[in-house]
């Protein structure tokens, strides 16, 4: 097949990892009976390229087979796990997914293996099915060509390939060829260094869901075959034929196609090819697929990649009414903790039984293809309020994860340490290339640089991005683009990265909401270039990390503990020096007087996968005299009173405190302390409590005319800090002020409410009396 450039028609290249298929045979049973209690095991070696001694060890445990993480891998593991395979020992090992990335369970983490054992559970580990690894982690291993005498395998190790490792969906019509995503094509295999198709006779539509799942398409559709007849003979130039309907020209090619499978039968529940059952055409003949021809698919992409105006799109998506389920937490697209809507509140899901067919149901009913992974321990860090479902069973053919069996739990069955999470399959869309890092110590930091340009064949043109206005969502984005997880920081200034031929400024006013997949669907100002400071010391850069934390403020707390206080003027001098009351008590007669304040506590936690650290070095903090320790941030919340239409009635001071670990949960130990100019930050699983009785940690509204309001805490409002979730910073609650007294109730976290319950709490009337229901 003749090769071509990435600009001018990218080919659509899914690398997806295997799965064995001995077709109509068993897999490799282990050397000797064992004694150790839970089921067998089995073991194979898979993915690409390799030999036949050497690749990702894949192990069948609890009927599905998963992987092993590299986390501690030694020589010591590869012994045993070669001896399961068969061979003697073993050469060598092989991390970060060297043979492509697994699908499915990661079953063990952390072996320690001494190299003698007979079977891999008499090793330590973390337990079965307990990782905090992703498949970029799967380990392989080498062994040494030599057999164990007498091992029973009945899978003869053959030198040809006979499994199903790499899909693509190769476009035939010309215009199609230029556009991405791919939705339509003919569906081919790696073979050895090249493509092979598959023959179509017995070609289904669940067949083509497979596919298009792998592809990150939820559905297929219907095709026409004889469209791509054409394209399936190899005929002179002179002699092909335009479609007269379409008036597209074929793609079409002079070489003999190499079919390489048939007989394919998929359920349509499978995540990958390999899964289903199928038989390869075996020898150096040249296969004719009878009176078949290569197999087409054609793929029915999900909202955020169907073609035409984005705005549209997503108006047409809100009209359908609020999905009740969606995914929170992840860096990439497709990806994240699964939150379902119940009795007009989110709530997670517990891991219990959570597998792929119903993480596959997830993502196509949000609009993505098959599940990559199912993931389980709240590998996206923890969700907050009710676990709505637990041991959710599906089939794989449902539209939608309630149509699946479940169970209704109680808080003492799951805990959010449980929380279920999915990676799905998404189109390839080639933002990545569009982007790259110049001059870092690492793949993860750098200046950014982005092609303009390129398409129609032109090549792309690379240039810098102007850093003012630069901030942790547009550098969210630049990070998601890259693939390369979420922001640590994004810099206006990278003089100490220039270390790139790139001088010229090509983009400027970038500013973005941070959830776009590319910088360019972000605002900017396109070819007219507004940019102050044009040196390459000015453009931006970025710090990336594959986890980042995510705060949330305890809002039942809140409403716990609100109350009013009309506090002495001559206890306030410190306040008035931290801002921390209204302009008018400027105007009081110092020091009598009283301002009346609304107090109440905060407890803040960090439910994400990464420590909260300020963004300023210590060296940079501020020492406050009266509270005699440092600040590390200027501004870390925004208290306000807010009339039911967002309108400002209490002047918000903008709180900075000093940030450490107050709590933590059981076997989380404690990290940041302010004492003794101590490192400031709050830990994975800890909280920081600034209680109603510290100074500042109060509204003044000593001006507030009675009524209904709406309190309204903000944790880090400038997103000076990067986190996994920026929309559960907010805590609202309803409260209702007579002049003497306050309720305060309805406290929630800002996104944790169906659109019609935000609504109804919006549009609150107000106590008709004290008592809060």
């Not at 197999?295 to 009209?319: D, E, I, M, Y």
Request: hydrophobic fraction near 35%.
């Amino acid at each position: 097949m003749g090769s071509c450039s990435m600009w001018a028609w990218p080919e659509l290249l899914v690398l997806l990892s295997s799965v064995w298929l001995g077709v109509g045979s068993a897999q490799p049973t282990l050397p000797g009976p064992t004694h150790s209690p839970g089921p067998q095991l089995k073991f194979r070696l898979a993915g690409y390229p390799r030999k036949h001694n050497e690749g990702r060890v894949e192990v069948f445990y609890n009927d599905e087979w998963g992987t092993i993480c590299d986390d501690d891998f030694t020589l010591a593991n590869a012994h045993v796990l070669c001896r399961h395979l068969g061979f003697v020992a073993a050469t060598g090992w092989a991390h970060s997914a060297k043979y492509g990335k697994g699908i499915g369970r990661i079953w063990l983490d952390n072996v320690n293996c001494a190299g003698g054992e007979k079977s891999i559970r008499d090793c330590k580990h973390r337990g079965w099915g307990n990782s905090d690894c992703s498949h970029e982690e799967d380990a392989g291993v080498i062994c040494k060509d030599e057999r164990i005498a007498g091992f029973k395998d009945s899978n003869i190790i053959e030198t040809e390939q006979s499994h199903v490792e790499e899909v693509r969906l190769r476009p035939v019509v010309s215009g199609a060829r230029k556009q991405l995503p791919v939705t339509e094509g003919i569906v081919e295999v790696r073979y050895k260094d090249g493509w092979a198709q598959i023959c179509d006779e017995g070609w289904d539509s669940q067949n083509s869901r497979v596919v298009c799942g792998m592809m990150g398409f939820p559905a297929e559709k219907k095709v026409n075959r004889n469209f791509y007849k054409l394209a399936s003979k190899s005929q002179p130039k002179q002699k092909r034929r335009e479609d007269v309907g379409s008036k597209k020209r074929l793609f079409t090619e002079r070489q003999q196609l190499n079919y390489r499978l048939h007989s394919v039968s998929c359920t349509g529940t499978e995540v990958h090819l390999s899964m289903c059952a199928f038989e390869f055409y075996r020898g150096n003949a040249s296969a004719t697929c009878g009176a078949g021809m290569p197999a087409v698919v054609s793929c029915v992409p999900g909202p955020l990649f169907a073609t035409g105006n984005a705005h549209k799109k997503k108006q047409r998506h809100q009209q359908q009414g609020q999905p009740r389920i969606r995914l929170k937490g992840g860096a990439k697209v497709g990806e994240g903790r699964v939150e379902v809507l119940k009795s007009n509140e989110w709530g997670t899901i517990c891991d219990d039984r959570w597998n792929l067919l119903s993480a596959s149901v997830v993502c196509r009913e949000l609009g993505f293809g098959s599940a990559k992974e199912a993931l389980t321990g709240a590998r996206m860090g923890q969700g907050t309020g009710p676990v709505h479902m637990n041991e959710v069973q599906c089939l794989g053919t449902e539209k939608s994860l309630w149509s699946c069996p479940f169970k209704n739990i109680t808080q003492e069955d799951c805990k959010h340490t449980e929380d279920a999470a999915v990676r799905c399959n998404v189109p390839y869309m080639g933002y990545e290339n569009l982007i790259r890092l110049s001059g870092g110590r690492s793949r993860f930091e750098g200046r950014v640089e982005v092609a303009v340009g390129a398409g129609d064949g032109h090549q792309p043109r690379w240039g810098l991005v102007c850093g003012e206005g630069w901030g942790t969502l547009e550098a969210m984005v630049a990070c998601r683009q890259l693939g390369l997880g979420f922001a640590n920081h994004g810099l206006q200034e990278t003089w100490y990265w220039d270390a790139s031929n790139v001088t010229e400024m090509v983009l400027s006013g970038v500013k973005c909401a941070g959830h776009e997949m590319s910088l360019s669907h972000c605002q900017h100002h396109g070819t007219s270039l507004n940019c102050r400071n044009t040196g390459t010391r000015f453009a931006a850069g970025v710090i990336c990390s594959e986890t980042a934390s995510d705060l949330l403020l305890h809002a039942p707390l809140v409403q716990e503990t609100a109350y009013i206080e009309d506090r002495p003027l001559h206890m306030l001098y410190c306040a008035a020096e931290e801002n921390c009351l209204s302009s008018s008590a400027r105007l009081a007669n110092w020091p009598y007087g009283h301002r009346r304040l609304l107090r109440f506590s905060s407890q803040i936690h960090n439910n994400g996968r990464a420590d909260f650290r300020p963004k300023a070095g210590r060296h940079s903090w501020v020492w406050h005299e009266c509270h005699r320790h440092y600040h590390s941030m200027d501004i870390f919340t925004h208290y306000d009173i807010l009339t039911p239409n967002g309108t400002k009635v209490a002047e918000g001071h903008k709180a900075s405190f000093c940030l450490e670990d107050t709590e933590c949960e059981e076997d989380v130990a404690k990290r940041y302390e302010c004492a003794n100019f101590g490192e400031q930050g709050i830990t994975v699983g800890c909280w920081d409590l600034y209680r109603h009785d510290i100074d500042c940690q109060w509204i003044d509204i000593t001006d507030v005319k009675p009524g209904n309001y709406i309190l309204q805490v903000v944790i880090n409002p400038n997103f000076e800090v990067a986190e996994s979730d920026f929309t559960n910073n907010a805590m609202k609650c309803n409260c209702k002020y007579d002049g003497h007294r306050i309720w305060v109730h309805s406290c929630h976290i800002g996104d944790a409410l169906s659109e019609e319950a935000s609504k109804r709490f919006e549009q609150y009337p107000g106590q008709l009396n004290n008592q809060i229901s």
